[in-house]
Structures are given as C-alpha cells and as structure tokens.
C-alpha cells in the first residue's frame, strides 16, 4: 500500500525556518518524481515545488524561489522541503505527492507562520 | 506566472450532467500541459481523478470523464451523486512550472 506520510509542521516566528519530511513507502521511492503543494487556510491549492527521482533537477513556484529548497534521501525513502525566511503568508497546510502520474497524495502537515 | 481560471461554483442536481472548465491566461489549453484534475472534501486531502488530459487512475469513477473543449480543459460529470459535492481543481503544467486553479465548488442540490 502506498503511503505518503508528513512530518515537521508546527508554529513558527516570521523569519525563521523549517523543514518538512514526506516519508514514502509501499513503492518504489527512487523511481519517482515529487511534488509539494500547500494549502492556506479556507484557500486552494498552490503547488510550490517538485523533484526528479535522482534529485538532480528541482522547480519551485516563483513565491517560494530562492526560499524554500526541496530535496530527497532515496536511503530513506524520504522528500524533504526546506523552508526559510518564512512569511505570514506562508502558513499552510503542506501535502507531498507523488508523480508519473501524480496520484497519491499525503494527509499534510500545518505550518503556521506567526508571532 | 500563468493564470488558471476555473467557474468558482456550479450547481447539478442529482442525477444530472455538469461540466467544469479549466482556462489559461496564456492561450488555449492543450495535451501539453497535461491537465490534471483533482477532487477535495472537506477536511480530506486532495483526491487526483484524472491526468493528462483525460486519463483516469483505477479509483476514478466512471461517471467523470475529461477532454480538450473549446481551447480549456473539462470535467464533465455525469449522473451525479451527493458524495461528488466537493471542490474541483484543475492543474497545468508550464514549461517546469505548474499551476493550479482556483477551483470549483460543485454543489449537488
């Protein structure tokens, strides 16, 4: 059975930083591209990054670039996303899922940016 | 950044026929940004029906179908039921990038 399993939410000040864990299993990791896409509260969907299988190649949305950085263990069968200088408008609710095609998708962990 | 548009809401009675629609700022929706749509309950995580245009993963049902329509992306449902009330979203792909719409409301009422 696949899982995608999230980990590493919780509050945070303006400015600080974070790193989110997406733990997969039931499949094989490697073979897989990943994306992040989060969530505002009461909002929609916003995707904010993906990764190839090897983790040479990463794409960000443009409000996280320079930002946020995503990367992955294939040992440990975990995506991780970096996230720094992180801003009000960055709380969400963030879900990793997995491509080619993208199908399955975490339960998502809640970042809240605040003071 | 490209700009997905969606209808904000739609309504379809039980049993009925309705279709969504996915439009891009950048001209018409093609097999090349690979559209996607995905279904969100309240509380529950994003649900993926349909990718690449109109392919369906075995959890879909069959009463969504999906195609190219007048240069947009479209979802149509037919025969709906209670439990297809939820919020749709479409999502491009753009050179590297995707984007997502800012999703329907479909009420089945």
């Known amino acids: 059975e696949v899982q995608l399993v999230e980990s590493g939410g919780g509050l945070v000040q303006p400015g600080g930083s974070l790193r989110l864990s997406c733990a997969a299993s039931?499949?094989?990791?490697?073979?897989?591209?990943m994306h992040w896409v989060r969530q505002a509260p009461g909002k929609g969907l916003v995707w904010v990054s993906r990764?190839?299988?090897?983790?040479?190649?990463?794409t960000y949305a443009d409000s996280v670039k320079g930002r946020f950085t995503v990367s992955r263990d294939n040992a440990k069968n975990t995506l991780y996303l970096q996230m720094n200088s992180l801003r009000a408008e960055d709380t969400a609710v963030y879900y990793c899922?997995?491509?080619?095609?993208?199908?399955?998708w975490g339960q998502g962990t809640l970042v809240t940016v605040s003071s | 950044q490209a700009v997905v548009t969606q209808e904000p809401s739609l309504t379809v009675s039980p049993g009925g026929t309705v279709t969504l629609t996915c439009g891009s700022s950048?001209?018409?929706?093609?097999?090349?940004?690979?559209p996607y749509w995905f279904q969100q309950k309240p509380g529950q995580a994003p649900r993926t029906l349909i990718y690449?245009?109109?392919n369906k993963h075995s959890w879909t049902p069959a009463r969504f179908s999906a195609s190219l329509l007048g240069g947009k992306a479209a979802l149509t449902l037919s025969g709906a039921l209670p439990e297809d009330e939820a919020e749709y979203y479409c999502?491009?792909?753009?050179?590297?990038?995707?984007?997502f719409g800012g999703g329907t409301k479909l009420t089945v009422l």
């Open positions: 899922t997995r491509d080619q095609p993208i199908d399955y």
């Open positions: 039931g499949f094989t990791f490697s073979r897989h591209w």
């Open positions: 990764i190839n299988s090897d983790g040479s190649t990463t």
């Open positions: 950048t001209g018409a929706v093609t097999s090349g940004h690979y």
């Open positions: 690449d245009t109109s």
């Open positions: 999502f491009l792909y753009y050179s590297g990038a995707r984007v």
